[in-house]
């Protein structure tokens, strides 16, 4: 778990996400494979580099991280899906709107397909690294866009799926929403409130 061995490889993986948009498009190519690899590494610095390497490259530009995530998302597994909202909940990223609407519609798809039962995941660990993510990149977004944040949240508390519950209620739970949305929060919450007694 705490092997200095990953130091390593999880320095390279971050480098490379830094020097992705002055590679050329063969090294490209060869930079995509490895951090896809990474999102998937069994240890979980290694699937946190995958992240932040996305994030250095939607730093250089969002199209490029956006441009990698709509290759990817079809059949992505919990880990890369994990990986996806992981990046975009970085503030740097989320500074126009159309980025953080992109983030949000992402969002929405993969909690639908959690919440529908259609997507069969590899384990139990794969849906439990991605339902983690989902508690806190989720009020990331929302902070940076509440109209439609607030939206897609209410929507998710009306789901008959605890482990969707769950993760709108994690989400409302997060001091960015807390304090400076106290309002939207509560009607959320009240909501819930209601749903769990009927």
Known sequence: MNDPREFLPFC??????AYYSYAKEDQ????????????????????EASAMALQSIGEDGFALVRQLIDMWEEGANGFEQRAFVAALAHPPL?????????CLQLATRIMESMGSGEVQYEDAEHFRVLSKGLEYSLSVFVASEPEAGFAMLEKFAKSPDNRIIKIVKSNLGKSRLSKKYALQVAEILKSLTIQ???
Request: proline fraction near 0%.
């Open 12 to 17: 390279a993986v971050r480098a490379l996400g």
């Open 28 to 47: 490209q190519v060869m930079i995509q494979s490895i951090i896809k690899t990474a999102m998937n590494d069994s240890r979980w610095r290694m699937r």
């Open 94 to 102: 989320l500074k126009k709107k159309e980025n953080t609407l992109y």
């Open 196 to 198: 769990e007694r009927t």
